[in-house]
């Protein structure tokens, strides 16, 4: 049971580049959630998921894009990348809300460093 | 204002010490509550859910306060590795998905 994985753990871009970052979760949640972590600002939610085929935006959506094609992998994509997008991304699922059971599983992060 | 808030810190403590961290959030619909911890360069982990009539795992305790719209957590006995920061995060409104986060606490236990 690998829990919550993402690829790549780290990437350099330059400005305008294209990239997909992949979270994949073994634990068959439902939900599962894309957040960017800054200096001083906290995690942010940037899109998340409530089942296979769903998806909807977060606090800080632009300049990203998502994919939910299979229960188990979440996807987000740059298509354009950006100075201000250099963030840890994590990506985090978890069962349906209801009380006691709203623990979120995170993966281990991806760095992500744009020039 | 921000939506939750947490005093950044660092708290140095020594080792054994007692220590507290509070959280302010400002909607009052908020339903459910939370301290995870994170580590340097790690993901958050779930430390404790806050439950209204709060809640006690071992060393550390948490307490929720609707009226003044606060949260808390109380260290006991502080360890080594404790050393660490402690984010808030509560999730608003019932039927929805989304965790706001606090910027977190960072603790220092010192030997």
């Known amino acids: 049971n690998a829990g919550v994985t993402q690829t790549p753990k780290f990437r350099v871009l330059k400005t305008g580049q294209s990239m997909t970052l992949l979270c994949a979760q073994d634990m068959n949640h439902e939900y599962m959630y894309w957040y960017r972590q800054d200096p001083g600002m906290g995690l942010r939610l940037i899109h998340y998921s409530v089942g296979e085929g769903t998806t909807a935006k977060g606090e800080v959506p632009d300049g990203y894009n998502v994919s939910r094609l299979k229960k188990q992998n979440f996807l987000l994509g740059l298509e354009s990348a950006a100075p201000s997008q250099t963030s840890v991304y994590f990506c985090?699922?978890?069962?349906?809300?209801?009380?006691?059971?709203?623990?979120?599983?995170f993966g281990p992060g991806t760095r992500l460093l744009v020039l | 204002r921000k939506e939750v808030e947490q005093d950044p810190g660092p708290f140095n403590v020594p080792e054994g010490a007692t220590v507290a961290f509070n959280c302010t959030y400002s909607?009052?619909?908020?339903?459910?509550f939370f301290w995870y911890r994170q580590d340097c360069r790690k993901e958050p982990k779930l430390l404790m859910s806050v439950y209204s009539s709060g809640n006690e795992d071992g060393r550390f305790t948490a307490q929720l306060n609707r009226a003044s719209q606060y949260i808390s957590l109380l260290i006991r006995d502080s360890k080594l590795s404790d050393s660490a920061t402690y984010l808030c995060v509560v999730r608003e409104v019932s039927g929805t998905y989304k965790y706001i986060f606090g910027t977190g606490t960072r603790l220092k236990v010192l030997a």
């Open positions: 985090a699922s978890s069962y349906l809300v209801k009380r006691n059971q709203e623990t979120q599983y």
């Open positions: 909607n009052s619909a908020s339903q459910s």
